[in-house]
């Protein structure tokens, strides 16, 4: 039980485009969905908490504007990487928690090569 | 802020034990996890622990805490080729619903 799956899992576009990147909980209902980044051999930075039917709440330093997230079902939350840029190449991990747990459950990632 | 500290790298031979350790800031800490890496993928939760317990134990893993000091300790046994990767410890402070404050990770390298 408790599996997050993500989708894709590497994706590679050009500069100026937008990416969506798909979070899925596949046998349990998130009422709380989390995006992480991870940069090259560093840990992973908390970029957003979603809520089922809210707006986001995002970390100081990141741009809602260019990370656009919706979470419109218990099962699925997804990231729009916006005009992606080179700088935005990174490691994506999205995790969930269920309603009656603090325990999240983290996606396999998904790795964004920005050209 | 909360800060969550863990040494960055620890090199075992195949069939010793392996101690990671990790210290954390914030004394409202409530769950204190730890999670593998692999290379090129997520996080997989390896054990979790209260902070109400001192120990926890798992097959092979064995979670220490000692809250007093805000620290905490992974201990592998009999630790395997398979064991290499990088290991995250992360606290989550007592509030519903809020995210993970990770460590920069311990990459464990395991030598046959």
């Known amino acids: 039980g408790a599996v997050v799956s993500q989708h894709p899992s590497r994706v590679i576009c050009k500069s100026g485009t937008s990416v969506k990147i798909e979070c899925r909980s596949l046998?349990?209902?998130?009422?709380?969905m989390f995006w992480y980044r991870q940069f090259p051999k560093k840990s992973l930075m908390l970029m957003a908490t979603?809520?089922?039917?809210?707006?986001?709440?995002?970390e100081q330093g990141v741009e809602k504007d260019k990370f656009l997230i919706n979470h419109a079902s218990l099962t699925l939350s997804t990231l729009t990487v916006t005009s992606a840029h080179p700088e935005d190449s990174s490691f994506y991990i999205c995790?969930?928690?269920?309603?009656?747990?603090?325990?999240?459950?983290f996606g396999p990632g998904t790795r964004l090569l920005v050209l | 802020g909360e800060d969550v500290e863990q040494s960055l790298f620890l090199s075992v031979r195949e069939g010793d034990s392996s101690v990671i350790n990790c210290t954390y800031t914030d004394s409202s800490s409530t769950y204190l996890y730890w999670y593998k890496q692999e290379p090129g993928a997520g996080l997989q939760l390896l054990t979790y622990i209260f902070s109400n317990m001192d120990m926890k134990q798992d097959q092979r893993l064995t979670v220490l805490l000692n809250k007093k000091d805000k620290h905490l300790s992974l201990r592998i046994a009999d630790t395997q080729t398979g064991d290499s990767a990088i290991y995250f410890c992360a606290e989550k402070e007592d509030q519903a619903g809020t995210a993970l404050i990770f460590g920069k990770g311990t990459t464990l390298s395991v030598s046959s």
């Open positions: 979603s809520n089922e039917g809210s707006k986001a709440t995002y």
């Open positions: 995790s969930a928690r269920g309603p009656y747990t603090e325990t999240q459950y």
């Open positions: 046998d349990f209902q998130a009422t709380t």
